[in-house]
């Protein structure tokens, strides 16, 4: 069966402590963002290179 929650126990939940803010932070600052942010530039390059393959080079034909 699924797990109570604390307020569903009736329990106090518990306050996230600056340490754990802080490594929060860490993961999403120096780990996470970082990857996602590859993957968008990554994907935006693929799109257009896809494009590009589709449509042919911007500018004039012929030169």
Do not use: C, N
Not at 22 to 37: C, E, K, N, S
């Amino acid at each position: 069966m699924a797990e109570l929650s604390a307020d569903q126990r009736g329990e106090e939940p518990r306050k996230p402590t600056r340490r754990s803010e802080i490594l929060t932070f860490l993961v999403l600052a120096f780990g996470i963002w970082p990857i996602v942010a590859v993957a968008v530039v990554g994907g935006y390059g693929f799109l257009v290179w896809m494009y590009q393959i589709i449509a042919g080079p911007p500018g004039p034909p012929g030169h």
